[in-house]
C-alpha cells in the first residue's frame, strides 16, 4: 500500500493506493466521524463494491443511497434527495459521508457532506480512473446547473481518501480511457519525464498492466496532493490543474452532458489548448504534436464533436468559472511539464483556435 | 460609528454599526471583491433602502434579487433561482453577493455565497435587529428543509457587516420586539450587568431610544464576536449562543415557520431552557423567575403555542442539528451570564420541561 499525504495543516489527510484495500475488514474504521454513515454511490457500483465497502467500515452499519448512473443526474435535484434521506434516515452532524463510485458520485456526495448541517466528515472511495486519479483528492465538489458545469459547489476535504486499484478491472474501456486523459494532463502541466513515460509506454496503459497503472495513479496523485498544498482554494498554482477544461466544460455544456464523457472532454480540450498555445506563441508546433499524439495512442478523441459551432464555444466558455468579469482566462502550455494561467485571453487567437477545430 | 472586528486571522472582517451608515456614498465600496455584484433583499426592505445601498456600493452597478418576504421562502428552492439568476446575468466567480434584509435574506444569500462557484465574496446589511446583532455576525449560512431549519449550510464568513441602526426605525414592532429576544440572550449566557442593564432599562429599549439601542447593539455584537473569535466551527464555546434555540427550532418546525417569528420562538425556548435549567439543579427557581421577567418585559412570549404536545416536541428536538447519534444536547444555564452544553441530556427532566409547558 503506498500512502500519500495532503498536507494542509489541521485538514490534512492520507490518500491510500493499493490493490485490495477494499478486501482489508475494517481499514475505514479509524476515519469515520461517529456511529452513523451513509454510503453513496449508483447503481451501477453497488452491486460490485458495496458487501467490500461495509466490511470495510467495521462495527458501523451505513444507510445506502443509490444514484442513476452518469453526469445528468450530477444536479441540485439529486443533491436534495440525499439530504431529504439523511434527515429522514435521522443522521446527525456526527455522521459520516462515504462516496463509493466515480467522480459524479464524489462530487454529490462531498456537496452534501459540505453542505448537510454546515458541514460533515466525508470519505472517498474512488473506483474509476479518473476519481482515482484527480476527481477524489483536493476537496472539489459540486454539482451541474444546466447553464454551466460544477457552478454550484464548494471546498470540502475529505478525512481519507482510499483508492483500490482492484476495482480498475471492472472498468468499462471507454471510461478507463478517459481516465487516462487526466493522467496525462499531469504529465503535460508538471512532469516532462512522466509525460515522456507515457508516451513511450501508452501500449502497457491501455492494456492495464498493473505495475504502469500503479505508477501512473501514485504520480498523479502525488502530483495533485503537492498542487493542492500550495494552493487549497485555488488562489492561484491550482489553477493549472484545469488545463484543457475550459474547453471541456463549453464542449459539455453544449452537448448536454450526454454525448461524451468527462475525460474525452478533457482530451479534445487538451488538443484545443496545446493548439491556442501555439498560436500564442507558447510552445511550438513540435510540442503540440507530441501532446495530439499521446492523446490519440491513448484512443482519446482529439476533434470537436460535429454541429458545435466557434461562437456557441466561445460564449459557453465566457460562463465558465475561469472567466473573469466576462474576460477568459485559459491555462496553456509553456512547454512539456509546464503550464500557467493566461489572463485576458486574446480573442482573434481563441477564435482562430476554435474555427480552426469547429463545424461553423 | 463604532468598529468591532471579528477576528478570524486571514478571514477577519469588521462590524461596523451606527446611525445613518447607509447613507454615506461609496461605504461599502472597499469590501467588494470586482465589478460585479448582486444585492438580494425582499420585497419589503427593497422600496425602503435599496436606494441607499446602491450609492454606498460606489461605481459598481449592481444587479437585483427580490426574495417574498418570510422565513417560508427560506428554502432550496429560493436558493436555486438565486443561483439561477447569477447564472443567466453571467456572474462570475469575482463576484459579490450582498445582503440587505433580515436574517433570512442573510442566511440564504450567504449560502448562495458560499457554494455559487465555490464560494463568492459576501457583504451583510442586515436592516432588522435580530439581523443586526445575531444572523449577520459569525458566517453562519443556511437555508430550511421541510424536517427541519438550518439543516442545509455553510460556515462562510462575510468580508463586512455593516448595521445602519436608522433601519430599525422603519421595523414593525413585533419584529423589533422579536430581535430583543437574542440581545436578552447574550446577557443570559454571557454578561450578568449587560442583563441587569435591560433588567432595569426594558421600557426604554421598547421605545427605542438612540442611546439604549446603540448600547444594546454594541454589547450583543461585541460579544457574539468574541464568541465566534474563539470558536468559529463551532466545536465548543460557539454552542452557547444556542441557548433556547434546540426547543424555538422544534416549535418552528412544528408551526411551518408560520406562526411565529424565530426571535419569538426563541423567547419560548430560553423559558423552557431557564425552566430545564432549574430541574437539573443548575440554577435556582429565582433566577428562572429574573429571565422569565425579563421576557415578559420585552413583551415577548414564554407559552409553547396552542396544539404542540410534549411528545411532538421531543421528536422535533431529536433531529436538531444540535442532537448528536440521537441524544439530544442543550445549553443550559449555569447563573445569570453563564452558560454551557449539556450533553446526554436526562429525559426525565426534559419531558418534565415539556410536559409542563405543552397542551397533550
Chains 1, 2 share one sequence.
Request: net charge negative; glycine share 10%.
Amino acid at each position: 500500500m503506498i500512502e500519500l499525504e495532503v498536507a494542509l495543516g489541521e485538514r490534512s489527510y492520507p490518500v491510500l493506493i493499493g490493490a485490495g484495500l477494499l478486501r482489508q475488514a475494517g481499514v475505514l474504521a479509524p476515519y469515520l466521524a461517529g456511529n452513523q454513515a451513509m454510503v453513496v454511490t449508483n447503481r451501477t457500483v453497488a452491486p460490485l463494491y458495496l458487501d467490500s465497502l461495509r466490511a470495510a467500515l467495521g462495527q458501523v452499519r451505513a444507510d445506502v443511497f443509490e444514484l442513476d448512473d452518469g453526469e445528468r443526474f450530477k444536479t441540485l435535484e439529486s443533491y436534495s434527495r440525499i439530504v431529504d434521506a439523511l434527515l429522514e434516515q435521522r443522521h446527525s452532524r456526527s455522521t459520516t459521508l462515504i462516496a463509493l463510485g466515480g467522480g459524479v458520485v464524489g462530487d454529490i456526495a462531498g456537496f452534501v457532506a459540505a453542505t448537510y448541517q454546515r458541514g460533515v466528515r466525508f470519505v472517498q472511495v474512488p473506483t474509476t480512473l479518473l476519481a482515482q486519479v484527480d476527481s477524489s483528492v483536493g476537496g472539489k465538489t459540486a454539482v451541474n446547473h444546466p447553464l454551466g458545469k460544477n457552478m454550484i459547489g464548494a471546498f470540502h476535504q475529505p478525512g481519507c481518501v482510499l483508492a483500490d486499484t482492484d476495482t480498475l478491472a471492472t472498468l468499462p474501456e471507454r471510461e478507463y480511457r478517459a481516465g487516462l486523459a487526466e493522467v496525462l494532463k499531469y504529465g503535460v502541466i508538471r512532469d516532462e519525464p512522466f509525460f515522456a513515460w507515457m508516451e513511450s509506454g501508452a501500449a502497457g496503459l491501455l492494456r492495464r498492466d498493473p505495475d504502469a497503472l500503479a505508477h501512473a495513479i501514485e504520480t498523479s496523485c502525488a502530483i495533485k496532493a503537492g498542487v493542492v498544498a500550495a494552493d487549497e482554494r485555488e488562489s492561484g498554482l491550482r489553477a493549472i490543474l484545469n488545463f484543457g477544461h475550459t474547453f471541456a466544460h463549453a464542449i459539455e455544456t453544449l452537448t448536454d452532458y450526454k454525448r461524451l464523457l468527462h475525460g474525452e472532454a478533457v482530451a479534445i480540450g487538451m488538443a484545443l489548448a496545446a493548439d491556442c498555445s501555439v498560436r500564442h506563441g507558447m510552445i511550438g508546433e513540435r510540442d503540440a504534436s507530441r501532446v495530439l499524439a499521446v492523446i490519440r495512442a491513448l484512443g482519446l478523441p482529439v476533434e470537436v464533436p460535429a454541429g458545435i459551432g466557434a461562437s456557441a464555444m466561445l460564449d459557453a466558455m465566457a460562463v465558465d468559472k475561469k472567466a473573469v468579469d466576462g474576460r477568459i482566462r485559459l491555462v496553456l502550455a509553456r512547454g512539456i511539464g509546464e503550464a500557467s494561467v493566461v489572463e485576458n485571453i486574446e480573442r482573434g487567437a481563441l477564435l482562430a483556435t476554435l474555427s480552426a477545430a469547429c463545424d461553423g
